[in-house]
C-alpha cells in the first residue's frame, strides 16, 4: 500500500470504498476448534485426576499395609497370651484351693483328730496286700491311727511308731516295697497334680 500527498491545487482524493471479508467461515472455525480444544482439555483433566487418585490409593495402601501386618500379628500374640494367662490363672487358682483346703484341714486335725480317719483309711487300702512293717505317725495320732487301721482290718499287732519330729497330719506307712506318704500335704498334692493334668489335657 503506498500513499500521496496532494498538493491544494490538485482535486480532492476519492474514497475507496473497502472490501468487506467474511468471517463466519472463519469464526465457525475457530469456535469449533476451541470447544474441541476445551473437550480434550477437560478429558486430560478428568483423566490425570482419576491417576493421581488411584496413585494415591496405591500408596495409602502400601503405607497402611504394614501397620494393617503388625496389627494382626498384636492379635494373634494376644490371643496365645490370653490362652497362657488362662492357663497360668487357672493353675495358680488349682494352688490356691489346695492351700486354702491344707489349712482347713490343718486348723481341723488340731481341733478334731478324727478328721484323719478318712486318709488313714485310704492308705492302708493302698498297701494291704503288701507287709506293712510300721506306722510312722505324730504322737497325737497314735490312737486315732490305731483305731482307724482296726477297723480296717489291720492287725492288731501292727508297729505304730510315734515320731514327735513329725507334723500333725503327717503319716507314713513303711513296707518291705518302700514307704507310702500318707500325710495330708502329700495327699493334696496328689489331688492338686491331678487337677493341673487335667487342664493339660
Known amino acids: 500500500m503506498s500513499s500521496e500527498i496532494v498538493s491544494g491545487d490538485q482535486s480532492p482524493a476519492k474514497p475507496v470504498p473497502w472490501r468487506l471479508?467474511?468471517?463466519?467461515g472463519l469464526a465457525t472455525g475457530k469456535s469449533g476448534s476451541k470447544t474441541e480444544e476445551a473437550s480434550r482439555l477437560d478429558q486430560a483433566r478428568r483423566e490425570a485426576f482419576a491417576e493421581g487418585v488411584a496413585?494415591?490409593?496405591?500408596?495409602?495402601?502400601?503405607?497402611i499395609r504394614p501397620a494393617m501386618e503388625g496389627l494382626a500379628q498384636t492379635l494373634a500374640e494376644l490371643g496365645r497370651l490370653r490362652e497362657v494367662v488362662r492357663d497360668q490363672a487357672t493353675e495358680d487358682l488349682i494352688h490356691l484351693a489346695v492351700s486354702i483346703a491344707a489349712r482347713v484341714i490343718h486348723r481341723e486335725v488340731v481341733v478334731d483328730?478324727?478328721?484323719?480317719?478318712g486318709l488313714v483309711k485310704a492308705a492302708f487300702m493302698k498297701v494291704q496286700s503288701r507287709e506293712i512293717n510300721r506306722v510312722r505317725l505324730h504322737p497325737a495320732l497314735e490312737g486315732l491311727v490305731r483305731k482307724s487301721l482296726e477297723q480296717c482290718g489291720a492287725p492288731k499287732n501292727l508297729v505304730l511308731a510315734p515320731d514327735?519330729?513329725?507334723k500333725p497330719g503327717e503319716v507314713f506307712?513303711?513296707?518291705a516295697q518302700g514307704i507310702l506318704d500318707a500325710s495330708v500335704e502329700t495327699q493334696l498334692g496328689e489331688i492338686e497334680r491331678g487337677l493341673i493334668d487335667k487342664l493339660d489335657r
Open 21 to 24: 471479508v467474511t468471517t463466519v
Open 55 to 63: 496413585a494415591g490409593r496405591q500408596q495409602a495402601e502400601e503405607q
Open 113 to 117: 483328730p478324727d478328721a484323719l480317719a
Open 164 to 166: 514327735p519330729g513329725l
Open 173 to 175: 506307712f513303711e513296707t
